[in-house]
Nanobody
Framework: QVQLVESGGGLVQPGGSLRLSCAAS????????MGWYRQAPGKQRELVAL???????AYADSVKGRFTISVDNALNTVYLQMNSLKPEDTAVYYC??????????WGQGTQVTVSS
């Protein structure tokens, strides 16, 4: 099992930046991949970024060049740095992890609101 605890959401103005954190309850070296999904009101949950450990991170076209995933191995934490935020980025953001088994796990979600 993996518990994922998210933090860092909030209200930000268009063009601003925000960094989301996702802390895993086990070593990320035992996790196959981690990433972020988001779900806006009335919309289906969509992939934002997916980072297979040892592989190449994939980003949704809508966030390429603006969002970046990074990792702190000591803290078992994955970050999503979001720059040049747009109102269209408003959504609940969910941390995601998959481990060998296979099994999928989700964070509790954190609200990101981009509004002037």
């Amino acid at each position: 099992q993996v518990q994922l605890v998210e933090s860092g959401g909030g209200l930000v103005q268009p063009g601003g930046s925000l960094r989301l954190s996702c802390a895993a309850s086990r070593s990320i070296f035992s996790i196959n991949a981690m990433g972020w999904y988001r779900q806006a009101p009335g919309k289906q949950r969509e992939l934002v970024a997916l980072m297979p450990f040892g592989g190449i991170t994939a980003y949704a076209d809508s966030v390429k060049g603006r969002f970046t995933i990074s990792v702190d191995n000591a803290l078992n934490t994955v970050y999503l740095q979001m720059n040049s935020l747009k109102p269209e980025d408003t959504a609940v953001y969910y941390c995601y992890a998959t481990i060998f088994g296979p099994r999928d796990f989700w964070g509790q979600g954190t609200q990101v609101t981009v509004s002037s």
